[in-house]
């Protein structure tokens, strides 16, 4: 069944009751058996109701608006994502309704709920670090809602979703460092759960491998929250515990390069001279701090962009995902400066 095909109706005949019978169940009105409003909202979650008719309305007509979920609005990549968003948005007549997550689980799946609320016509997200767990999103898939995922591609097979190479620019990070003399290159990597992660992680030991076999130097920092403080502490911990310490540090994103960066200065580690240092995404900052941070860009514009044209095509389908692109990937480039040229 599509989504918003289900009635009050179809549930008070499913179960054989008043129409009057299933609108008090649905809102826990006294007089109604316990029994009785269990039966009413098993019927209607099988038939996929939702209240005050807002899935029947989001099939039936367009809302011209479009949902779009990402972890954190001040996050640098994420407001050049949105720029891109709204610019083929408003192009084409549509407005924006912008929601985070603050990297909460519990919180995106209430967020849903709100866009649903205000009659979406499509959705455009990026999950949060906590979501591991996809079936608030599969269940909408399976509706017929049309999404399309960027920058994070979730664990569904029939997901749409437009992402960069990360694992090239993160090979192409490394290859940078080595081809400057460093042999001892440590990465900070991100969240486990996130396919990103495991792309520029992978990327990471590709480059060693292929670079030369006489180098055989690994190490990886679990730096799962990806902040500068985690990251800072990370780092005075391997330049002072005592075991062998890298001459380079590929970071997960600038913002782990900014706290690898901190945590060298007050160690009195010389940049690039003694350690060299590359991060990810081209924030802001990072061409402000001394020295200027290297670092890959990532199309955050044009990632916005690319998802809402695919978002647009699978409104205009009504949802029909058979001639649309599943995957989309766009390059990076690796934008190289003080922090890691000797």
Same mark, same amino acid.
């Given at each position: 069944?599509?989504l ?8 008070a ?6 129409l009057s ?9 006294p007089? &109604?058996? $316990?029994?009785?409003k ?8 099988r ?5 005050n008719a807002?899935?029947l309305?989001?099939r039936?007509?367009?809302s011209?608006t479009i ?6 609005v ?12 709204e ?5 084409n ?8 997550t603050n990297?909460?689980y519990e919180r995106?799946k209430s967020?849903l ?9 499509g ?5 949060s670090?906590?979501?591991k ?13 049309p999404?399309v995922?960027f920058?994070?591609?979730?664990a569904?097979?029939?997901?749409v979703h437009?992402t960069?190479?990360?694992f090239?620019?993160?090979y192409?990070?490394v290859?940078h460092?080595l081809?400057?003399g460093?042999?001892k290159?440590?990465h ?7 396919t ?6 992978e990327?990471?030991?590709k480059a &060693?491998?292929d670079?030369?076999e ?5 190490k990886?920092?679990e730096?799962?929250s990806?902040?500068e403080?985690?990251?800072?502490k ?10 062998e310490k ?11 390069a ?5 945590a060298?200065?007050?160690?009195g580690?010389k940049?690039p $001279? $003694?350690?060299?240092l590359?991060?990810?995404s081209?924030?802001q900052?990072s061409?402000?701090?001394d ?9 955050g ?8 044209k695919?978002?647009?095509?699978m ?20 934008? &190289?400066r003080?922090?890691?040229s000797?």
């Amino acid at each position: 069944m599509k989504l918003g095909q289900a009635t009050i109706k179809d549930i008070a005949k499913e179960l054989n009751v008043s129409l009057s019978t299933v609108s008090r169940a649905l809102k826990n009105y006294p007089g &109604i058996s $316990e029994e009785t409003k269990r039966r009413v909202k098993e019927t209607a979650e099988r038939l996929n109701y939702r209240p005050n008719a807002v899935a029947l309305s989001l099939r039936q007509s367009k809302s011209f608006t479009i949902g779009v979920i990402i972890p954190e609005v001040v996050h640098f990549f994420f407001s050049t994502v949105i720029s891109g968003i709204e610019e083929v948005a408003y192009a084409n007549g549509y407005n924006v309704i912008l929601c985070q997550t603050n990297e909460k689980y519990e919180r995106e799946k209430s967020i849903l709920d709100t866009m649903l609320a205000n009659q979406v016509d499509g959705l455009l997200v990026s999950f949060s670090k906590e979501t591991k767990d996809f079936d608030h999103f599969t269940k909408l898939i399976e509706l017929e809602l049309p999404i399309v995922f960027f920058d994070r591609i979730p664990a569904i097979d029939s997901s749409v979703h437009v992402t960069v190479n990360d694992f090239q620019g993160a090979y192409d990070a490394v290859t940078h460092l080595l081809q400057q003399g460093y042999k001892k290159i440590a990465h900070i990597s991100g969240p486990e759960n996130l396919t990103i992660t495991k792309q520029r992680k992978e990327g990471y030991l590709k480059a &060693i491998r292929d670079f030369d076999e006489a180098i055989s130097y690994t190490k990886i920092l679990e730096c799962p929250s990806g902040n500068e403080d985690e990251s800072f502490k990370l780092v005075n911990a391997l330049f002072t515990n005592g075991e062998e310490k890298p001459d380079a540090i590929f970071a997960h994103h600038d913002l782990a390069a900014a706290g690898a960066l901190m945590a060298l200065k007050s160690l009195g580690i010389k940049i690039p $001279e $003694e350690v060299g240092l590359v991060g990810y995404s081209n924030w802001q900052f990072s061409s402000m701090i001394d020295p200027p941070l290297s670092t890959v860009s990532q199309p955050g514009a044009s990632i916005g962009e690319t998802a809402t044209k695919l978002l647009l095509d699978m409104i205009n389908k009504n949802g029909n995902t058979g001639t649309i692109s599943k995957s989309v990937m766009l390059d990076t480039e690796l934008i &190289i400066r003080k922090s890691s040229s000797k």
